[in-house]
T-cell receptor, first 115, second 115 residues
């Protein structure tokens, strides 16, 4: 079955430091891949998405992610973290099937930013 | 950009009553809407997929008679939690997409508390 795995439940970084959030996927074919951010008590905001083409994807708020087929990974990165980036981050995969697209979320990574 | 409005943001109800949550796409026609449930500090679990004008498709383990979903128009889907119980207390999030491969847009969620 398709799945998305986020190995890190919590990550703490200092403001200004670089950030990498890990995401691995397991699908029969290359899925569409997404990163979302969720602030407490809020819905999800799309940071970036990968459908095909260039494996390095630029998103909003200075985030980027790199699709690596050989590693089945789609890690999220940011060169310099800001305190406002503290939130929950979800990686998600979507596979087109005859029954329609279905988005599967990872378990999320809680990011804390130390000032 | 595309906006999905979810209402109410918070609701408290007594055990045994029913609660309706609305999900509206404000500036696009949503051919498909999805309903998710999120427990504290956990990921989003897909409950059901609804296509305008047809019956919703429920995920395994989700009681269709308890979680009634209606997608009567291209801009509105509703989730009704019938005969709510304390264990139904959760954060419910809807999402919507326009065309088949367009990105999902999420509502801000509804915090349901059943007393």
């Amino acid at each position: 079955a398709q799945s998305v795995t986020q190995p890190d439940i919590h990550i703490t970084v200092s403001e200004g430091a670089s950030l990498e959030l890990r995401c691995n996927y397991s699908y029969g074919a290359t899925p569409y891949l997404f990163w979302y951010v969720q602030s407490p008590g809020q819905g999800l905001q799309l940071l970036l998405k990968y459908f095909s083409g260039d494996t390095l994807v630029q998103g909003i708020k200075g985030f980027e992610a790199e699709f690596k087929r050989s590693q089945s990974s789609f890690n999220l990165r940011k060169p310099s973290v800001h305190w406002s980036d503290a939130a929950e981050y979800f990686c998600a995969g979507e596979e087109i099937t005859g029954g329609g697209n279905k988005l599967t979320f990872g378990t999320g990574t809680q990011l804390k930013v130390e000032l | 950009g595309a906006v999905v409005s979810q209402h109410p943001s918070r609701v408290i109800c007594k055990s045994g009553t029913s609660v309706k949550i609305e999900c509206r796409s404000l500036d696009f026609q949503a051919t498909t809407m999805f309903w998710y449930r999120q427990f504290p500090k956990q990921s989003l679990m897909l409950m059901a997929t609804s296509n305008e004008g047809s019956k919703a498709t429920y995920e395994q383990g989700v009681e269709k008679d308890k979680f009634l979903i209606n997608h009567a128009s291209l801009t509105l889907s509703t989730l009704t939690v019938t005969s709510a119980h304390p264990e139904d207390s959760s954060f419910y999030i809807c999402s919507a997409r326009g065309s088949y491969n367009s990105p999902l847009h999420f509502g801000n969620g509804t915090r349901l508390t059943v007393t």
